[in-house]
């Protein structure tokens, strides 16, 4: 029996403040969060029982079980590379970096990719977001499906081009539609209005999106192909706005196109 213990969270960002709650409440030892901002380290760790926040590299325990990076995907290669052979099983949370970036720091590496939008200070239920996973043997699999069952009710294998693709329909999906929501909010408050009166509007567009499909449902004046009211509508966007609202417009003109009658 390895005499290894508990796990070692690298990070205290986002994911890592959703994640590590979830392992603990799962049964999981947090013996570590790092951070190179303490003060992050500090605020994660005080949420967990008995966890040592750190901000040195050098001062992550080398007879952790578990490794889980949930750092920027910039920085795994380098924090790999600087705990070289420390051992354990390493894992990465990112949808779009290799899992064999974790190679240098062990032989036993993988991923376990969390398919959902995290905030600090903001609940959500770790078992109902879709976890993917990854390993670079078949002993490693079947180590993080034991771990990911235990937060997660949907656990599903997937490669690293996979998890690319799904990590890219993410972005369309979530940050790049919060995005627009964001303009959205002010166009409305440079006239004083608030976001709320389109409450009503995105929960229907969700809904029908889910129930039906984003494609079919789609409405508006680029659908239609009017172009007098897209004109219109810039002029109450300031430039770049209106940059982005035309461009979008015109790739809804497009795709629309080849379904308007005759």
Known sequence: MSSRKGVVIL??????????????????????????????????????????PVDNPDSIVSDAEF?????????????????????????????????????????????LYPLQTFSKGRSVDFADVPLFIEA????????????AEKISKTVSEADSHKRLRLHAAAVFACNFVNYLWSNADSILSAG???????YPLIKETIAKAIAISPYAPQTGPARRGDTAVTERHVTVMTPRQAELYRMLAEEIADTYLKDRPL
């Not at 490794?67 to 920027?72: A, G, Q, V």
């Not at 995907?73 to 924090?79: R, V």
């Not at 070289?84 to 036993?108: C, F």
Request: hydrophobic letters at 45%; aromatic letters at 4%.
């Open 192 to 198: 004083g209005e608030s976001l709320d009166v389109l």
């Open 11 to 52: 990070g205290a960002g986002n994911v890592a403040s959703a994640l590590a709650p979830a392992l603990e409440a799962a049964g999981f030892s947090i013996r570590q969060v790092f951070s190179r901002n303490i003060a992050n380290a500090q605020a994660l760790a005080s949420c967990l029982a008995d966890t040592e």
């Open 67 to 111: 490794y889980i990076i949930s750092l920027t995907d910039t920085a795994i290669a380098g924090i790999a590379e600087r705990l070289k052979n420390t051992g354990g099983l390493w894992m990465h949370t990112s949808g779009g970096i290799p899992a064999s970036e974790l190679a240098p720091a062990s032989g036993d590496y993988g991923v």
């Open 136 to 147: 670079n043997t078949p002993e490693n699999l079947q180590r993080i499906r034991e771990i």
